[in-house]
Structure formats: C-alpha cells, structure tokens
C-alpha cells in the first residue's frame, strides 16, 4: 500500500516537478515522507482519478515555511498500475492505493532513437551529455501534455510505447513544419 497524492499531473519516471504543499493531509505527508520514502501520484481531474500512478520521492526541499506550508521537488521513480483507492491511509489524512509497480524498463527502438535525435536537431536542441537516453527520457525532453503522459504510462509493452512516442514525434514534426509555413506566409503579407 502506498499513500497516494491525487493530482491534475503525471509524473512519469526519471521527472522532477515542483510541488507547493499546504492542504493539512499534504503536510502531513510530507512530515512522512521527506526521507525519501517513495509516495504515489496519481492523475485526477473532473472525469476522476486514473487507474496508472507514479512513485516519486521528494527529492529537495526547496522553502519550508512558519506555517508548515513547504515547497519540494519530487522526482518519479516507478509506474504503478493502481488495484484500489483507499480514502484514509491507516491513522492518517492522506488517501493510499493498493497498487503494483509496472515493470517499465522499456529499452528504445533504432526507430524512436532516430526520430527523436532528428526531431531536437530539427529544434535546435541537443541531448545533454550526461544524460542516459530511455525511454523516460524522451517522453520527459518531448515535454508532453499530462493527457499525453498519462496515456503513456498505460502502455501495455515496450513496442507500444515506443509507437506511442514515435507518433508523438511525428504529430510534433507536422505541427512545426505548419508553423513555419505560417510563418513564411505572414512574412509574405
């Protein structure tokens, strides 16, 4: 059981996001958790809570503040595929999920390695030199949507996940070549 952080985002592994905590149940779980120990985050909007998670773990304390208010960064280690939603975990204010972590090693096609170097080429972007390129990697420097992220994390093997991010890709590259075809046409007017 993990105690869990409903959210409006998607964490995915190897991302770090900034988060402000202020609601009691989230001080709370910081006070627990600021060793390290792993929490889940999982997507919630007005359709509800998705049944795909993450595992992440404060990775900095950024401000701690006179009222217990904190500002962290967490950075996601594990997807986890959520069995249940638990409203309080065991003596405390924050919910848990039952849940079980999602093997995701996914290692990257010839393919998607081709594209996404071409892709940050075609942006002027490079791959930072100490950076271990994963799959996780690529999703994270695409700067996808939380919709996007989230469906991401639901995919079922390797060779979907990697055709989930080559489609990204490709949709990213038509949308840049239809940017600057506007822009060639506003410079023409």
């Known amino acids: 059981m993990y105690a869990v952080f409903p959210l409006g985002i998607v964490v995915l592994p190897g991302e770090s996001v900034a988060l402000h905590l202020f609601e009691p149940r989230y001080k709370q779980l910081f006070k627990d958790f600021k060793d390290g120990s792993e929490f889940a985050i999982v ?3 007005r359709r509800g809570r998705s049944n795909f ?4 773990y404060i990775d900095k304390v950024i401000n701690e503040y006179p009222d217990e208010t904190v500002d962290v960064i ?4 594990s997807i986890i595929r959520v069995n249940e939603f638990i409203e309080r975990f065991p003596k405390k204010l924050y919910s848990a999920v039952k849940a079980d972590v999602v093997d995701a090693k996914w ?3 010839d393919n998607l390695h081709s594209k996404f170097c071409h892709y940050l080429n075609k942006i002027d972007k490079q791959i ?4 271990t390129i994963d799959l996780f990697y690529i999703a994270n420097r695409l700067e996808l949507d939380v919709e996007s992220k989230n469906l991401l994390i639901q995919q079922k093997s390797e060779a979907d996940a990697n055709c989930f991010l080559i489609n990204q890709i490709n ?3 038509r949308l840049k070549e239809q940017e600057e075809l506007l822009q060639q046409k506003f410079h023409l007017n």
Request: hydrophobic share 40%; charged share 30%.
């Open 107 to 109: 290692k990257i096609s």
């Open 43 to 45: 997507h919630k909007d």
């Open 171 to 173: 949709l990213m590259d």
């Open 128 to 131: 930072a030199r100490s950076a």
């Open 74 to 77: 967490v950075k996601g280690s």
């Open 53 to 56: 998670g993450t595992l992440v």
